[in-house]
């Protein structure tokens, strides 16, 4: 399948899901934690090596849990030079107060929100698509 980039396109195709899975963020100075960690996702940071770990890594490893996530995964093949798709979820997101934290994958754009959130989030960008969608 083709990456979209057209931004009403994106949009209307996000089709979001909500990963059952909880996850943390956390950051690490020892890079050799990943080998223990099975990270989702990681990010060179200044500060330090940036982990997205499952709940089970994160508290195996001993790493803080404070902020626990959930993973929305916009499951349409957006381009990554396709404009607008992160800025219309972030936007939607903080128009109802909920923090959000954008992951951009080859394939897919992946928001995190608090997991008290999630179902509201997953909610609000269903309702985005569907405006687009009639729009």
Known sequence: MAA???RGAMIRGMAPVLDPETWHFVTVTDVSVIADT???ATFVEEEGLSLILSEEN???SGLPTD???ARITLTVHS???????????AGAL????IPCNMVAAFHHDHAFVPLADAPRALAILKALAEA???A
């Open 4 to 6: 979209v980039r057209d």
């Open 38 to 40: 099975s990270p989702l």
């Open 58 to 60: 994160a508290t195996a």
């Open 67 to 69: 902020m626990a996530m």
């Open 79 to 89: 381009a990554l030079d396709g404009v607008g798709l992160t800025a219309a979820v």
């Open 94 to 97: 903080a128009e109802a107060g």
């Open 132 to 134: 687009e969608g009639a």
